[in-house]
């Protein structure tokens, strides 16, 4: 046998579990096309507040376009065009934009818009909020700076749930990042119903099609797997709930941004891997990791089909006028 064929023939089995779907959602899709475009349109740099979705690559590929990322509205210079980033933002934000005569463009994910705009009409109704989400995540912000201070409380966890007073506040509602774990959120507004049997919630769910669809992917995957990789970044909410799902189903997870990022000692030698990207990870990102994994392993690679997602979004007619 020649030499190459024989080391091939050594290297350990590895069943590799694909989760579907996975990776971009329509939100982060549109986001992505609106910097493009931005670019093409009005040539670069274009600024870009904040990072457009959470994800280095696709951040630094659209670096190396002329996208240029910054914190805070006041480092865009006048005369140059600037994105708000798929999370949306506080309408000071926009405000203060057009108040220096700013050309924006806001990639907010239109599910996203769509809290902002059902807090809007919760607070003309004269209702106090319960936000359900993360403190200091970019879509929380966002949805808190879209009504009066004071009209909006977070709300993170059951505990707080079960501590908020409501003296002086019939009237209650609530709505939810749309990046959540399903479970824990479910569990959250049980007991916001139960303290308060009259509170109002969203008609649909305001946790966003992609963020389920993937949770229960990994659900589906997960009780076949030894082990569970997902591709995406440590500040992505709807990334650490896809390794926090499986861990919650007993098994070992690992959230990493590419394949230089696999702890080789910690996953030894499993018979089954799972794999899953977060929603603002692009399939490259995936290959990339089961290259990898090919070089070490005999690589059997299957995908786990769930739900077919086929979501789209207009880009702003600006754009494509």
């Not at 007073?165 to 507004?189: C, H, M, P, W």
């Amino acid at each position: 046998m020649p030499y190459m064929a024989a080391m091939l023939s050594q290297r350990p089995k590895l069943d590799v579990l694909i989760a579907a779907p996975r990776g971009f959602c329509a939100g982060v899709d549109r986001a992505i096309k609106i910097v493009e475009l931005s670019i093409e349109r009005f040539g670069p740099p274009v600024y870009v507040r904040h990072e457009i979705v959470h994800n280095r690559f696709v951040v630094d590929r659209l670096r190396g376009m002329g996208a240029v990322f910054v914190k805070e509205l006041d480092e865009v210079p006048a005369g140059r065009p600037v994105v708000f980033s798929a999370h949306g933002v506080p309408k000071v934000v926009p405000r203060a934009a057009e108040a220096r005569g700013l050309d924006y463009v806001d990639a907010t994910c239109p599910l996203v818009s769509k809290v902002h705009r059902q807090a809007e009409r919760l607070i003309e109704d004269d209702r106090h909020i319960l936000f359900v989400g993360h403190a200091g995540h970019p879509e929380v912000i966002g949805t808190m700076g879209q009504v009066p201070p004071g009209s909006i409380t977070l709300i993170e966890t059951v505990a707080d749930a079960q501590a908020f007073d409501a003296s002086g506040r019939e009237k209650l509602a609530f709505l939810t990042q749309t990046t959540l774990s399903v479970d824990d959120t479910a569990e959250i507004i049980a007991a916001l119903r139960s303290r308060f049997p009259e509170i109002r919630g969203p008609k649909a769910e305001d946790i966003c099609y992609a963020t389920s669809n993937r949770q229960a992917a990994v659900k589906l995957i997960a009780p076949k797997a030894d082990k569970m990789l997902v591709i995406g970044a440590p500040n992505s909410s709807n990334s650490l709930r896809l390794a926090e799902v499986a861990e919650r189903m007993d098994v070992p997870a690992r959230l990493i941004q590419r394949a230089s990022d696999i702890d080789w000692e910690w996953l030894g030698q499993p018979q089954v891997l799972g794999i899953t990207a977060g929603a603002s990870a692009p399939e490259l990102l995936v290959r990339e990791v089961v290259d990898a994994l090919a070089e070490r392993f005999d690589v059997q690679e299957r995908e786990a089909a769930h739900v077919e997602e086929n979501m789209t979004f207009k880009l702003p007619r600006a754009l494509v006028a």
